[in-house]
């Protein structure tokens, strides 16, 4: 193995201390799935379901909160409801390739893991306009990487059509890799996970906005979300804050801008999204998406550690506490990926909410490790057989009996393993979720309303060394890695991890 095939590994310990709290589920009830857009409650009676308690982190001390109100409107009095963007807007229009530095940490090889863009000119030569902040290797723990996960901003070419890698045109520098985050998040540095977003709000001057986490979560509890300045070489970064008191697990990867008009008329000008999928559901079964500001009245951050008051926007049912697959996504996998998220409003005026990841859709999940007699047969560690349902066919029931066997001949990779992945996009309906926070749905309601698959477009070129990690074929996990968007210009940016060797490839859509 290379040097840096850590990137998504985890030690055995880990694997196993999680195993110990990760419930396997059963398929969603009836009823709930009665409360899908297609079929939506009346305003008069929305549906009603018992409380989902997740865990959360105690107060570090007497943080001071921003002072932000809650939403008292309806949607009676707000905005109508917006057109809806469809799989036919979108127009796949290419990829590039992300330039090198240099050894790790001044790599993009094993990163991806955040990207958000900046509006300008194209740089001089030409190109797409603005530009793209990525972060590079990840940190890793146990002092091998402290300084990892640092951040560049490069320019965007114009994305070719080609399937041969070497005829991509390649992104160039604007700014190199800086260590933005030295001396913060110290403490959670085991599989990373980040998110940023570029924001020029109104109340000061641009910022980078940062989510950060890692599998588990820290002891004691750590902040996670901050901001920096995008001129790298004086990052100056703010916080870290957390996000209310809503669970480690939910907050800390995804992150994107609500639109204002949107944020101002029902979340009282949230006008940041925060998230996350942690696989087995401990997250929530689905992804999970949170409004919050960090910004006080006068655009000075808030105080280190408070705890920001936030609008809950989308949140499944959590598998730490519900064995069973009920209030969640449609077709939930626990291998589930979600990665990135963008919140669409295109040049033609429809809009929608857009995740991006790596979706397991399977006839079969199961914690264990691949079978080297084929995708479709499961190989579960048999260490957990009888503790939890280590193996569930797709509909939620279990798997027959000869299922439940480790395989003889199998590689060290353990984790969450479906017997078929697929990278997509799946949208979902603002509306649904300004009902959610205004208490007309619940937070579990909301379903999307359309999925693009986007496997025809990747390049499925990792070093061979990460192969048996990542899987092969079908099994192919990791595919998808951050998202950004230019809203002016309708261009949507996703990182396909490991398109380029351990390097991330970046594709363009364009949405109508």
Not at 94 to 115: C, H, I, K, Q, V
Not at 260 to 289: K, N, Q
Request: with cysteine; glycine share 10%; charged share 20%.
């Amino acid at each position: 193995m290379g040097q840096s095939t850590s990137f998504k590994k985890w030690p055995l310990v880990i694997v196993l201390l999680s195993m110990f709290v990760v419930l396997a589920c059963s398929r969603r009830e009836d009823a709930v799935q009665a409360t899908s857009p297609a079929v939506q409650p009346t305003r008069s009676t929305p549906t009603q379901a018992p409380e989902t308690v997740l865990p959360t982190s105690p107060s570090p001390g007497e943080p001071t909160e921003s002072s932000l109100p809650r939403p008292t409107t309806t949607l009676q009095v707000i905005l109508p409801a917006e057109e809806l963007v469809q799989p036919a807007d979108f127009t796949y229009l290419g990829a590039f390739r992300l330039p090198d530095s240099g050894e790790r940490p001044l790599t993009f090889e094993y990163g991806g893991n955040a990207m958000t863009f900046r509006p300008g000119a194209p740089a001089p030569g030409g190109g797409l306009p603005g530009s793209l902040f990525i972060s590079g290797h990840d940190r890793l723990p146990y002092g091998e990487l402290p300084d990892g996960s640092q951040i560049a901003e490069v320019t965007i070419p114009i994305p070719s059509l080609s399937r041969n890698l070497a005829d991509l045109p390649q992104a160039e520098f604007i700014q190199g890799f800086h260590n933005v985050t030295g001396g913060y998040f110290t403490q959670m540095e085991e599989i990373v996970r980040m998110g940023m977003e570029y924001l020029e709000a109104p109340e000061g001057s641009p910022k980078i906005h940062l989510a950060w986490g890692q599998h588990f979560e820290p002891y004691p509890p750590a902040a996670t979300h901050a901001w920096f300045s995008p001129d790298l070489s004086a990052p100056n970064l703010q916080g870290a804050w957390f996000i209310g008191d809503q669970s480690f697990y939910a907050v800390n990867d995804y992150l994107f801008a609500i639109p204002s008009g949107w944020a101002d008329a029902y979340i009282e000008g949230r006008y940041l999204a925060t998230g996350r999928f942690r696989d087995g559901g401990w997250s929530g079964m689905g992804p999970a998406v949170f409004a919050y500001r960090p910004w006080m009245q006068d655009g000075s951050p808030s105080p280190p550690n408070t705890r920001l008051p936030e609008t809950t926007l989308l949140l499944y049912e959590n598998s730490i506490y519900n064995e069973n697959i009920e209030r969640c996504l449609d077709g939930y996998q626990h291998p589930d990926e979600w990665a990135g998220g963008a919140w669409i409003t295109s040049g033609s005026g429809k809009a929608g909410l857009l995740f991006a990841g790596t979706k397991a859709s399977g006839d079969k999940f199961w914690y264990g490790y691949t079978n080297p007699a084929g995708p479709e047969y499961p190989c579960v560690d048999g260490d957990f057989v009888g503790q939890f349902p280590v193996c569930r066919l797709a509909d939620g029931s279990d798997c027959p009996p000869e299922d439940l066997i480790e395989c003889s001949g199998h590689d060290d990779f353990r984790g969450w393993w479906s017997s078929r992945f697929d990278a997509q996009f799946i949208l979902y309906d603002p509306t649904d979720l300004a009902r959610v926070a205004v208490g007309e749905l619940e937070p579990w309601q909301p379903q999307p309303y359309a999925m693009i698959d986007i496997d025809e477009h990747l390049y499925f070129n990792p070093p061979e060394w990460d192969q048996a990690m990542l899987g092969l074929g079908d099994q192919r996990r990791y595919r998808i890695g951050d998202v950004a968007y230019d809203r002016e210009n309708g261009l949507i940016y996703v990182l396909e991890l490991f398109g380029d060797g351990a390097k991330p490839v970046v594709h363009v859509w364009q949405v109508e």
